[in-house]
């Protein structure tokens, strides 16, 4: 009984690990399927709500992005007021949609990529957690 018990476990994780996998998959193709300008624009207004107390913000973006994020950054530092500056500058190390911002308290990776995998992170550890306490 107990051994069935533990192979049913063991199965539940591995549907749960593969479900993970599936997921972020279909979150994948379907933010691909978005304008990555657009995008980033998405993910710069939800970063400045971090660090909207931050008079100056460096924001790096994929080199052939700047042109277009630098115009809808003026339209998005509206709903900032308190952020006094925004420089976008290229970083080659960023793919298309990617950003990340710098401020004098620190360095947010906003990109979708960095926030799948902190998702990925988080149900991971979840799994874990709970795989701990059924054994």
């Keep these: 009984m107990m051994a069935t ?3 049913c476990n063991e199965y539940y994780l591995q549907v749960e690990q593969k479900m993970t996998g ?9 933010i ?4 990555d300008v657009d995008t980033t624009a998405s993910v710069v207004r939800e970063a400045l709500q971090l660090v909207s107390n931050q008079k100056q913000v460096i924001l790096h973006v994929h080199p052939e992005q700047v042109a277009e994020v630098r115009e809808k950054v003026s339209s998005i530092l509206s709903d900032f007021p308190e952020v006094g500056y925004v420089e976008v500058i ?3 190390r960023l793919k298309n949609g990617g950003c990340i911002l710098e ?3 620190g360095i947010i990776d906003a990109s979708i990529d960095g926030q799948l995998q902190a998702l990925k ?3 991971t550890k979840q799994f874990s957690e709970r795989q701990q306490v059924l054994s």
Aim: charged share 30%; net charge negative.
């Design 5 to 7: 018990l533990a192979r």
């Design 22 to 30: 599936v997921v972020l998959d279909a979150v994948r193709k379907i």
């Design 32 to 35: 691909s399927s978005f304008d």
């Design 103 to 105: 401020t004098e308290v």
């Design 121 to 123: 992170q988080a149900i």
């Design 90 to 92: 290229a970083d080659a």
